[in-house]
Protein backbone atom coordinates (compact mmCIF):
# COMPACT_ATOMS: atom_id res chain seq x y z
CA UNK A 1 0.00 0.00 0.00
CA UNK A 2 2.96 2.32 1.17
CA UNK A 3 4.69 1.89 -2.47
CA UNK A 4 1.11 2.77 -4.16
CA UNK A 5 0.98 5.87 -2.44
CA UNK A 6 4.89 6.31 -3.04
CA UNK A 7 4.25 5.95 -6.50
CA UNK A 8 1.33 8.27 -6.90
CA UNK A 9 3.39 10.85 -4.68
CA UNK A 10 6.10 11.22 -7.34
CA UNK A 11 3.04 11.29 -9.89
CA UNK A 12 1.64 14.25 -8.23
CA UNK A 13 4.88 15.65 -7.30
CA UNK A 14 5.81 15.55 -11.42
CA UNK A 15 2.46 17.48 -11.91
CA UNK A 16 3.03 20.10 -9.54
CA UNK A 17 6.47 21.07 -11.00
CA UNK A 18 4.39 21.77 -14.13
CA UNK A 19 2.83 25.80 -14.40
CA UNK A 20 -0.34 26.45 -15.40
CA UNK A 21 -0.89 29.47 -17.48
CA UNK A 22 -1.10 31.62 -14.12
CA UNK A 23 2.42 30.28 -13.61
CA UNK A 24 1.18 28.04 -10.50
CA UNK A 25 0.69 24.30 -9.88
CA UNK A 26 -2.67 22.89 -10.96
CA UNK A 27 -3.41 19.99 -8.45
CA UNK A 28 -7.38 20.23 -9.15
CA UNK A 29 -6.67 16.33 -10.44
CA UNK A 30 -6.17 15.50 -7.26
CA UNK A 31 -8.80 16.98 -5.33
CA UNK A 32 -11.31 14.19 -4.46
CA UNK A 33 -13.90 13.88 -1.38
CA UNK A 34 -11.85 12.72 1.37
CA UNK A 35 -9.63 15.85 1.30
CA UNK A 36 -8.36 17.27 4.29
CA UNK A 37 -9.94 20.21 5.63
CA UNK A 38 -9.46 23.30 7.17
CA UNK A 39 -5.54 23.81 5.72
CA UNK A 40 -3.97 26.77 6.44
CA UNK A 41 -0.05 28.09 6.66
CA UNK A 42 1.80 29.78 9.38
CA UNK A 43 4.57 32.34 7.83
CA UNK A 44 6.71 34.50 10.17
CA UNK A 45 9.03 36.67 7.86
CA UNK A 46 12.33 37.54 10.38
CA UNK A 47 12.37 41.45 10.72
CA UNK A 48 16.33 40.64 10.78
CA UNK A 49 17.23 41.31 6.90
CA UNK A 50 18.28 37.71 7.05
CA UNK A 51 15.27 37.06 4.71
CA UNK A 52 14.48 33.86 6.58
CA UNK A 53 10.97 32.83 6.34
CA UNK A 54 9.30 30.25 8.96
CA UNK A 55 6.40 28.32 7.22
CA UNK A 56 4.21 25.87 9.11
CA UNK A 57 1.01 24.47 7.24
CA UNK A 58 -1.41 22.88 9.26
CA UNK A 59 -5.03 20.88 7.93
CA UNK A 60 -7.59 18.53 9.57
CA UNK A 61 -6.84 14.81 8.05
CA UNK A 62 -3.43 15.48 6.85
CA UNK A 63 -0.72 13.17 6.30
CA UNK A 64 1.81 15.29 4.67
CA UNK A 65 2.19 18.57 2.49
CA UNK A 66 3.83 19.55 -0.70
CA UNK A 67 4.65 23.34 -0.57
CA UNK A 68 5.65 25.97 -3.95
CA UNK A 69 8.02 27.89 -1.83
CA UNK A 70 7.01 30.98 -4.82
CA UNK A 71 10.57 31.80 -5.83
CA UNK A 72 11.33 28.93 -8.59
CA UNK A 73 13.28 27.04 -6.09
CA UNK A 74 12.52 22.89 -5.70
CA UNK A 75 9.17 21.89 -3.93
CA UNK A 76 9.40 21.04 -0.54
CA UNK A 77 7.38 17.59 1.01
CA UNK A 78 7.26 17.38 5.09
CA UNK A 79 4.31 15.70 7.05
CA UNK A 80 1.83 16.98 9.06
CA UNK A 81 3.51 18.87 12.55
CA UNK A 82 6.70 19.73 10.53
CA UNK A 83 8.06 23.21 9.31
CA UNK A 84 10.26 24.90 6.38
CA UNK A 85 12.63 27.96 7.28
CA UNK A 86 13.43 29.20 3.93
CA UNK A 87 15.92 32.12 2.57
CA UNK A 88 14.22 34.92 0.16
CA UNK A 89 15.90 37.60 -1.74
CA UNK A 90 13.78 41.20 -0.99
CA UNK A 91 10.57 40.97 -3.04
CA UNK A 92 6.88 39.92 -2.84
CA UNK A 93 6.06 36.24 -3.14
CA UNK A 94 3.17 34.00 -3.27
CA UNK A 95 3.70 30.19 -2.32
CA UNK A 96 1.40 27.17 -2.47
CA UNK A 97 0.56 24.81 0.31
CA UNK A 98 -1.00 21.39 -0.74
CA UNK A 99 -2.19 19.26 1.65
CA UNK A 100 -2.72 14.93 1.41
CA UNK A 101 -5.23 13.24 3.59
CA UNK A 102 -4.37 10.14 5.92
CA UNK A 103 -6.31 7.65 4.31
CA UNK A 104 -6.97 8.80 0.94
CA UNK A 105 -4.87 10.25 -2.01
CA UNK A 106 -7.54 13.69 -1.84
CA UNK A 107 -5.97 16.93 -1.53
CA UNK A 108 -6.68 20.22 -0.98
CA UNK A 109 -4.31 23.47 -1.48
CA UNK A 110 -4.51 27.31 0.44
CA UNK A 111 -2.03 30.59 -1.21
CA UNK A 112 -0.65 32.46 1.18
CA UNK A 113 1.26 36.17 0.12
CA UNK A 114 3.94 38.12 2.32
CA UNK A 115 6.73 40.72 1.71
CA UNK A 116 10.65 39.80 2.32
CA UNK A 117 13.36 42.55 3.07
CA UNK A 118 16.69 40.64 2.97
CA UNK A 119 18.63 43.66 2.69
CA UNK A 120 17.85 47.48 2.43
CA UNK A 121 19.34 49.21 -1.16
CA UNK A 122 22.86 51.24 -0.23
CA UNK A 123 22.76 54.21 -2.83
CA UNK A 124 26.31 54.50 -4.44
CA UNK A 125 25.83 56.21 -7.28
CA UNK A 126 22.74 58.41 -7.47
CA UNK A 127 22.90 60.50 -4.64
CA UNK A 128 22.12 64.00 -3.39
CA UNK A 129 25.78 63.75 -2.03
CA UNK A 130 28.01 60.98 -3.08
CA UNK A 131 29.75 61.45 -0.02
CA UNK A 132 27.07 60.43 2.14
CA UNK A 133 25.20 58.05 0.46
CA UNK A 134 22.05 60.25 2.07
CA UNK A 135 20.19 60.37 -0.84
CA UNK A 136 19.31 58.77 -4.17
CA UNK A 137 18.11 61.53 -6.79
CA UNK A 138 17.86 60.84 -9.99
CA UNK A 139 17.43 63.50 -12.54
CA UNK A 140 18.58 62.91 -15.85
CA UNK A 141 22.26 63.94 -15.64
CA UNK A 142 22.37 62.66 -11.61
CA UNK A 143 22.87 66.09 -10.17
CA UNK A 144 24.99 65.70 -6.97
CA UNK A 145 24.36 68.53 -4.64
CA UNK A 146 23.39 69.06 -1.45
CA UNK A 147 19.77 70.63 -0.22
CA UNK A 148 19.76 74.05 1.56
CA UNK A 149 17.51 74.75 4.61
CA UNK A 150 15.95 78.35 4.51
CA UNK A 151 13.56 79.72 7.04
CA UNK A 152 14.77 77.44 10.27
CA UNK A 153 13.81 74.13 8.91
CA UNK A 154 16.42 71.28 10.21
CA UNK A 155 17.40 68.39 7.36
CA UNK A 156 20.18 65.33 7.60
CA UNK A 157 20.65 61.96 6.26
CA UNK A 158 19.10 58.74 8.19
CA UNK A 159 17.93 55.87 8.07
CA UNK A 160 14.58 55.11 6.59
CA UNK A 161 11.96 54.72 8.77
CA UNK A 162 9.68 52.33 7.35
CA UNK A 163 11.59 50.33 4.65
CA UNK A 164 9.17 48.61 2.60
CA UNK A 165 8.76 47.41 -0.85
CA UNK A 166 7.76 50.95 -1.88
CA UNK A 167 11.10 52.35 -0.36
CA UNK A 168 14.00 50.01 -0.02
CA UNK A 169 16.24 52.65 0.43
CA UNK A 170 19.11 52.35 3.18
CA UNK A 171 19.57 55.86 3.71
CA UNK A 172 16.62 58.70 3.06
CA UNK A 173 16.49 62.36 4.03
CA UNK A 174 15.15 63.93 7.26
CA UNK A 175 12.94 67.02 7.11
CA UNK A 176 12.14 68.58 10.61
CA UNK A 177 9.61 71.76 10.60
CA UNK A 178 11.40 73.06 13.63
CA UNK A 179 9.66 74.98 16.19
CA UNK A 180 9.81 78.86 15.99
CA UNK A 181 10.66 78.38 11.69
CA UNK A 182 8.83 80.61 9.24
CA UNK A 183 5.95 79.84 7.94
CA UNK A 184 7.26 79.69 4.34
CA UNK A 185 10.55 77.25 5.38
CA UNK A 186 11.71 75.28 2.50
CA UNK A 187 14.77 73.42 1.06
CA UNK A 188 16.95 74.60 -1.50
CA UNK A 189 18.97 72.22 -4.23
CA UNK A 190 20.42 74.03 -7.15
CA UNK A 191 21.82 72.45 -10.67
CA UNK A 192 24.98 72.76 -11.92
CA UNK A 193 23.89 73.78 -14.76
CA UNK A 194 19.94 74.48 -16.06
CA UNK A 195 17.59 71.46 -16.92
CA UNK A 196 15.38 71.88 -19.96
CA UNK A 197 11.88 70.45 -19.81
CA UNK A 198 10.88 68.18 -22.53
CA UNK A 199 8.83 65.66 -23.79
CA UNK A 200 11.44 62.91 -22.19
CA UNK A 201 11.55 64.88 -18.82
CA UNK A 202 8.76 66.62 -18.01
CA UNK A 203 7.70 64.39 -14.50
CA UNK A 204 9.06 65.62 -11.38
CA UNK A 205 8.35 63.40 -8.56
CA UNK A 206 9.74 62.14 -5.28
CA UNK A 207 8.67 59.62 -2.20
CA UNK A 208 7.79 60.92 1.09
CA UNK A 209 6.91 59.83 4.29
CA UNK A 210 5.30 61.09 7.37
CA UNK A 211 3.45 60.45 10.24
CA UNK A 212 0.64 62.70 9.25
CA UNK A 213 -0.37 63.38 5.55
CA UNK A 214 1.27 66.51 4.01
CA UNK A 215 0.88 69.07 1.15
CA UNK A 216 4.31 68.99 -0.46
CA UNK A 217 4.58 72.30 -2.96
CA UNK A 218 7.69 72.45 -5.42
CA UNK A 219 8.86 75.98 -6.69
CA UNK A 220 10.32 75.54 -9.87
CA UNK A 221 12.77 78.28 -10.49
CA UNK A 222 14.40 78.96 -14.21
CA UNK A 223 13.28 80.62 -17.17
CA UNK A 224 9.86 80.81 -15.63
CA UNK A 225 8.89 80.57 -11.95
CA UNK A 226 5.56 78.41 -11.51
CA UNK A 227 5.00 76.33 -8.44
CA UNK A 228 3.13 73.26 -7.94
CA UNK A 229 1.26 71.40 -5.13
CA UNK A 230 0.72 67.68 -4.24
CA UNK A 231 -0.09 66.03 -1.36
CA UNK A 232 0.12 62.65 0.60
CA UNK A 233 -3.18 60.97 1.30
CA UNK A 234 -1.55 58.08 3.30
CA UNK A 235 0.38 58.37 6.83
CA UNK A 236 2.60 55.44 8.06
CA UNK A 237 3.57 54.31 4.30
CA UNK A 238 6.12 55.83 1.36
CA UNK A 239 3.93 57.54 -1.25
CA UNK A 240 5.18 58.21 -4.42
CA UNK A 241 4.11 62.14 -5.48
CA UNK A 242 3.98 63.31 -9.14
CA UNK A 243 4.16 66.90 -10.88
CA UNK A 244 3.09 67.38 -14.05
CA UNK A 245 5.58 69.73 -15.98
CA UNK A 246 4.24 68.56 -19.34
CA UNK A 247 2.94 72.90 -19.55
CA UNK A 248 6.15 74.19 -19.40
CA UNK A 249 8.15 72.60 -22.07
CA UNK A 250 10.63 74.67 -23.77
CA UNK A 251 11.46 76.41 -20.26
CA UNK A 252 14.62 75.13 -18.37
CA UNK A 253 15.07 75.24 -14.35
CA UNK A 254 17.95 76.39 -12.81
CA UNK A 255 17.09 75.34 -8.87
CA UNK A 256 14.00 74.18 -7.05
CA UNK A 257 12.86 74.65 -3.10
CA UNK A 258 11.00 72.09 -1.63
CA UNK A 259 8.19 73.07 0.77
CA UNK A 260 6.38 70.99 3.67
CA UNK A 261 2.79 72.53 4.63
CA UNK A 262 3.95 75.80 2.90
CA UNK A 263 2.35 78.54 5.10
CA UNK A 264 1.10 76.48 8.34
CA UNK A 265 2.87 77.40 11.43
CA UNK A 266 6.07 74.76 12.42
CA UNK A 267 5.24 72.05 14.91
CA UNK A 268 8.18 70.12 15.10
CA UNK A 269 6.55 67.31 12.06
CA UNK A 270 8.84 65.05 10.69
CA UNK A 271 8.78 63.92 7.30
CA UNK A 272 10.91 62.07 5.13
CA UNK A 273 11.65 62.16 1.60
CA UNK A 274 13.88 60.18 -0.87
CA UNK A 275 14.29 59.28 -4.75
CA UNK A 276 13.91 62.38 -6.28
CA UNK A 277 13.29 61.92 -10.44
CA UNK A 278 12.79 64.34 -12.99
CA UNK A 279 11.99 62.31 -16.10
CA UNK A 280 9.06 60.71 -18.54
CA UNK A 281 6.33 59.16 -17.13
Known amino acids: ?????????????????????DGLRDTSFADFSKAPTNVGVMTKVSTDFSGSVQIIPYADGAEFFLIDLGDGSAIQEISTGNEINHIYETGQYEIKVVAFSTNDIGSNEILDS??????CQTETEQNIDGNTGALNISVVNIFKNTFTPIGGLT????????????????????????????????LLTSFSSPFSISEESDTFSLDVYGEQTVNVNVLFVGTDIFDITQSTTISGEWQRLSYDLSAHHGSSISRILIYFDKGEICDDS????????LLAE
Open 1 to 21: MRLIKILILIFVTAILNSCDS
Open 114 to 119: FFVLST
Open 155 to 186: TRATNNPALSLSNISCNVQEVVRTSGCTAFAS
Open 270 to 277: VYYFDNIQ
